[in-house]
């Protein structure tokens, strides 16, 4: 059975794909018209990843993300999306310190920022958390392997879950997750055979980012698969298009024609 394209996504859906074997896909999205494009390809959920302290606030990393301006991206999202499944990223340490914590931080992202479902990162020691906030009705995505929240105790953007206690370790914060009530999980930056098991593991669905093709899904950041900023991509990114350089070409188009006259012309002038 298809998913008829103008039904709403929601997690159901999502778990429906994984059992029909239909491949997820998910892309990140920080603002109206970024989500009106994301929803216009058909993609079936949004992210509104603490990636957009890079790629929108040119931030060197996601610590700086406050669940404030993460609210503020997301209702702009909320927006532009339509069937799309939208799904808000709880910036670092707004869902850590107490269950309670978590879910008056996650209801911010659902009342004001209008998201259908919330993403936070962690394996074990998050579970019970996870297991609270599914309890009072917030649809929860994990995310394990690389997490960029954690990334000066991890000591950088490195490969996780090489080696059979690492991978172990990762096998095991993803079925607390499960266990939890996660309705999915995003698998970043690990082996490929590691998340392929991981999903075979799994009744729920995985997305991969540099996790291989092994998973349900796959995400990429918006700026990454677009080309946006210039910068060449990760080993794990395809990049779609490249933005920056149609960007940059009008704009210096645009330049040239006021500064020689050609732009604006009687065309584009009112008549008394
Ligand atoms: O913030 C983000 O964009 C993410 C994706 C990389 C999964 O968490």
């Not at 993460?70 to 939208?86: D, P, S």
């Not at 079925?175 to 009530?181: K, M, R, T, V, Y």
């Not at 690990?190 to 593991?201: C, D």
Request: contains cysteine; charged residues 20%; proline residues 5%.
């Amino acid at each position: 059975m298809t998913t008829p394209s103008n039904s709403p996504v929601t997690t159901h859906t999502l778990r429906q794909m994984k059992r029909e074997q239909r491949r997820i896909t998910m892309a990140t999205a920080y603002d109206a018209i970024t989500a009106a494009w994301v929803e216009a390809a058909g993609i079936d959920t949004i992210l509104v990843g603490d990636s957009l302290t890079n790629t929108a606030l040119g931030q060197p990393d996601t610590i700086g993300a406050t669940l404030d301006m993460m609210i503020h991206h997301c209702a702009a999202v909320a927006l532009g999306a339509g069937r799309a499944l939208t799904i808000g990223d709880m910036p670092f340490m707004t869902y850590k310190i107490s269950a309670e914590q978590a879910m008056a931080s996650a209801a911010r992202m659902m009342q004001e920022g209008r998201m259908k479902a919330v993403k936070l990162e962690g394996g074990r020691e998050v579970a019970p958390i996870v297991a609270r906030m599914v309890d009072a009705g917030i649809p929860v995505l994990g995310h394990i392997g690389l997490v960029p929240q954690s990334y000066h105790a991890l000591g950088g953007y490195r490969i996780q879950g090489r080696g059979e206690t690492d991978a172990k370790r990762l096998m095991n914060d993803a079925i607390a997750l499960e266990d939890a009530g996660a309705f999915g999980i995003v698998l970043e930056k690990m082996p490929a055979q590691l998340s392929e098991e991981i999903t075979k593991h799994l009744a729920i669905p995985t997305i991969s980012i540099g996790a291989g093709p092994g998973c349900d899904g796959q995400v990429l950041v918006l700026a990454d698969l677009l080309g946006m900023t210039g910068m060449p991509p990760f080993k794990f990114v395809k990049q779609y298009a490249n933005l920056r350089e149609v960007a940059v070409g009008a704009l210096r188009q645009y330049a040239e024609d006021v500064r020689g006259g050609a732009f604006p012309g009687p065309e584009h002038s009112y008549d008394a």
